[in-house]
Structures are given as structure tokens and as C-alpha cells.
């Protein structure tokens, strides 16, 4: 079967995926697995597995995408009980996940940044069987942003070796993060009343600017899930295992170009609160990151110059409010809903202090960046503000308790 030639159903699919994921998180979790968890072993299983072999030089193939698959869904079958019993706990979730992904499996991505960067570099990725390092070092495709981190395009490129166009591909796959960005919201808000589970849930599922039909096919509601996942994860006393916390943390790294940067701020924001496990995961969860930024950074051309020099950064700083103006109304919007956000949330998650501290880290970036700042603030602040509201919104529905996710024993799937 070539990419991209056709095949499965979008839907059938995105349920396989979804199951084949929770099979790898029941085998991670050793119980019974939530929705956000099974997504993210969705992703941890299919994308990881892809970067493992061109890391090691084995081209992809469709059986190669087939493996994760099978070896999941085993793993599902064998634990065929404890699903059971998690769907009995939790049927409206297991009903409201059906029909999101009967939905939203059927609406191919056709935003700007996939047509000319995502979706390109999968279609190239999926050609090469890998990653084309010779294509991404091409000065005249400096602008698909061939620096960026390499997980989403991997994840269209397993799509795609499926049977998937790359635009079907990024469908899928942006059903099944819906998915687990709503039960992560569940999760985030479990200590509420049902209301508020609920309303959490709908924040994830539809968050307005991530799924935003202009932005489809992005690798924001990626970032938001393994995010949103994040905060879960480190704030649960019965939390994963410390390898995989660590994958998870690897993942937030190499989701996109923002990934380490809210890598590094969650870092700082709950360093203190960490056990020992937790703290030696986060580390190690820097060596991706850190080492795709080095390839890249020694490889990959037209990447732009940031400016330190304090005759440069004092003007630039000075024209932050007038470039927000000239923005638009939407990075305006983007500012002030992130900023009740973080309001709302302060004190009942570390997500909100660590917001506080990317935001800053943001404002770093935009003043040293190479390009003029109204533009850049109206193409990017509204989608790059987004990710993070809707855990921090979540978190913030349940007033006067701390943020703490469904135990593990009482599932939220």
C-alpha cells in the first residue's frame, strides 16, 4: 500500500488508534487507563515508534505502521475486562468519544501552515520513509519552518502509511486530540460537580481557537493535549510511571517549536512539588528536545537571528502595545482571555504559574525575533496563547479545591 493512496475509513481508524492506545497506556498504567491517557499512547506509540526508526536509520513502511497498531490492540483484547469495567463507569464518555470521532475523523485539514509546512514536510517525510534531513537543510524550503520539531508531520506520515492522504491524516488525528484534550478537562476538573466535568470536557472538545476551521491541521491542539496531560499527570499522587512521564515530557518537547519552552516553564513551576521520580523524568525529557534543537540549529538554514543587544530590544519592547493594536482585535482577545485564564486558575494548578512564566518567556521572543512585530503578533499571538486555556479554564472551574485528576481506580474514560 503506497501513502497516501487510500484505505481505511477515517473512522475506523481513529477508533483503532484510540484503542491501540489504550492497550499501551493499560500496559504503562497497570489499571485502567482514562480517555486523555489513551490518546496520548496513541501518540506516544505510533509517533514514538516512527522517530525510534529514523533515529536508527530503518526507513518506514507500512507494515512498520501496522506493528504499534497490532501489538496495542493485544494488548486491549488482553485487558478486555478492565475496559469493560471502564466503559461501564463512564458511558456517557464512551458514547460522546463515538460520536466526536464519527465527526470530526471526517473533516480533512486545508489551514495555511498545513498546506505549506505540516503537511508538506509529511508528504515529504512519507515519500522519504523518514526524515529527510537533505530536504529540511534546502535553503528554498526555509519557509515551511524545517526547524520545527518533528512530531506532528511523523504522526501525519504514520496516517498516511495507513492508507491516508496527509489532509485525512491530520483529521484523524485532530478527532483523537479533541478527545483527549476533553477528558483531560475531565480529569482536571474531577474534584467539581458534574456541571463542571462536564463543562471541561466541552472546553476541550471544542476549544474555539485550536479547532478554529482556519487552523486545521495545526500542531496546537497537539501541544494542548500533552500539556493539559502533563499537569495531570504531575499532580496525581498515583501518577505514571517515571518512564512514562518521561515519554510524555519528551513528547511536549518535540511537539512543537513552543514545546520546550513549556517544558522548561512547568519545570520551574513545580520543581518543588516534584518527588525525586518526576524530577529525574523531566531531565531526561530535555535530551530530545535539546538535541533536535542542536541538529537543527547546526543543520537547518533560514532560521532567523534572535538580537540581544539592548539598542535593538528597548525600541521593540517600547512597540509591543502598539503592535498588539495593530494586530487586531483577535490578538487582543487572545492576550486578554489568556490573562482571565491564568486569573482564574491561579493557586488551583501550577499550569497558571508556569503560563505566567512562558508568557514572559514569549515576550523574550517576539522583541528578539527577526520579524516586524505586527505581523508576527497577528499571524501567530491568538493560536500560541490558545494552548494552554483550556486546562487552565478547567482547573479554574473548581474554586476553592486544588486541581487533582479522577484516581486511579475510578476511571474518567
Not at 319 to 329: K, R, T, V, W, Y
Request: with cysteine; aromatic share 12%; net charge positive.
Amino acid at each position: 500500500m503506497d501513502p497516501g493512496a487510500g484505505g481505511e475509513k477515517p473512522m475506523i481508524l481513529a477508533g483503532l488508534l484510540l484503542l491501540s492506545g489504550w492497550g499501551w497506556a493499560a500496559l504503562a498504567e497497570k489499571g485502567k487507563p482514562t480517555l486523555w491517557q489513551a490518546v496520548v499512547g496513541a501518540v506516544a506509540s505510533c509517533g514514538g515508534w516512527f522517530l525510534l526508526l529514523a533515529l536508527i536509520g530503518v526507513r518506514w513502511k507500512p507494515w512498520l505502521a501496522v506493528l504499534p497498531l497490532l501489538v496495542g490492540l493485544t494488548l486491549t483484547i488482553s485487558r478486555a475486562g478492565t475496559l469493560g469495567r471502564a466503559l461501564r463507569s463512564r458511558p456517557g464518555h464512551a458514547v460522546a468519544a463515538v460520536l466526536a470521532l464519527a465527526v470530526f475523523s471526517q473533516l480533512p485539514a486545508w489551514g495555511w501552515d498545513f498546506r505549506y509546512q505540516w503537511g508538506l514536510k509529511a508528504k515529504v517525510f512519507a515519500a522519504f520513509g523518514g526524515i529527510d534531513g537533505v530536504w529540511l537543510a534546502n535553503p528554498e524550503v526555509a519557509f515551511a519552518n524545517p526547524h520545527y520539531p518533528p512530531l506532528w508531520p511523523t504522526l501525519l506520515a504514520f496516517g498516511m502509511h495507513l492508507g491516508n492522504s496527509a489532509e485525512e491524516a491530520a483529521g484523524i488525528w485532530t478527532a483523537l486530540l479533541r478527545v483527549g484534550l476533553a477528558g483531560a478537562g475531565w480529569s482536571l476538573a474531577f474534584r467539581g460537580q458534574l456541571w463542571q466535568r462536564w463543562l471541561a470536557w466541552a472546553l476541550g472538545l471544542l476549544a474555539p481557537v485550536l479547532f478554529r476551521p482556519f487552523f486545521s491541521g495545526y500542531a496546537e491542539p497537539l501541544l494542548a493535549l500533552l500539556l493539559a496531560s502533563a499537569v495531570v499527570a504531575t499532580a496525581s499522587e498515583l501518577g505514571p510511571s517515571t518512564l512514562a512521564l518521561w515519554v510524555l515530557f519528551s513528547l511536549l518537547g518535540l511537539a512543537k517549536g513552543e514545546g520546550l519552552l513549556w517544558l522548561a516553564c512547568l519545570g520551574a513551576a513545580g520543581w518543588r512539588r516534584w518527588e525525586k521520580s518526576q524530577r529525574l523524568a523531566f531531565l531526561l525529557a530535555l535530551l530530545p528536545a535539546l538535541g533536535w534543537s542542536l541538529w537543527a540549529s547546526r543543520t537547518v538554514p533560514g532560521r532567523g537571528v534572535a538580537e540581544l543587544a539592548w539598542e535593538r530590544l528597548v525600541p521593540r519592547v517600547l512597540q509591543l502595545p502598539s503592535a498588539l493594536l495593530q494586530a487586531g482585535p483577535e490578538a487582543c482577545l487572545a492576550v486578554l482571555a489568556f490573562g482571565l485564564a491564568v486569573f482564574a486558575s491561579w493557586g488551583h494548578t501550577p499550569l497558571a504559574k508556569a503560563s505566567f512564566w512562558f508568557f514572559l518567556g514569549l515576550a523574550l521572543v517576539y522583541v528578539a525575533g527577526p520579524h516586524p512585530l505586527p505581523w508576527w503578533l497577528a499571524n501567530s499571538l491568538q493560536r500560541v496563547l490558545a494552548v494552554p486555556v483550556p486546562a487552565l479554564l478547567a482547573s479554574g472551574l473548581v474554586c476553592g479545591k486544588p486541581m487533582a485528576p479522577a484516581p486511579r481506580g475510578e476511571s474518567a474514560a
